[in-house]
């Protein structure tokens, strides 16, 4: 059974970059042929999907995001990483990693628990 746990600060200043990690259990991040990726719930609003990267180490982002976003991993640690970067409160939300299902980009099965990430002065 595949685990994912998010941890990171939960609360990030203004023009700051947020960074999060997703730690992977019970499989490989390296694992053909999924992505692994990030999706935000901001409040009161719909679910996101910030970007992913794939067992190749490629990453992808969300065309409204990717100017400001970063994924990157950790074999060894089987992690992989968050970095948006000038964030504003518009940032504020909870904070899911998860694994999509097999070659599907946007669609996931496995998910963490979520983290709240506040953006605030």
């Known amino acids: 059974q595949v685990q994912l746990q998010e941890s990171g600060p939960g609360l990030v200043k203004p023009s700051q970059t947020l960074s999060l990690t997703c730690t992977v259990s019970?499989?490989?991040?390296?694992?053909?042929?999924?992505?692994w990726g990030w999706i935000r719930q901001p409040p009161g609003k719909e679910l996101e999907w910030v970007g992913a990267m794939g067992y190749t180490g490629n990453t992808y982002a969300s065309p409204s995001l990717q100017s400001r976003t970063s994924i990157f991993r950790d074999t060894s640690k089987n992690q992989f990483t968050l970095h948006l970067s000038s964030v504003t409160p518009e940032d504020t939300a909870v904070y899911y990693c998860?694994?999509?299902?097999?070659?599907?980009?946007?669609?996931?099965?496995?998910w963490g628990q979520g983290t709240q990430v506040t953006v605030s002065s």
């Open positions: 019970g499989g490989s991040i390296t694992a053909r042929t999924y992505y």
């Open positions: 998860a694994r999509s299902l097999l070659s599907n980009l946007y669609a996931y099965d496995y």
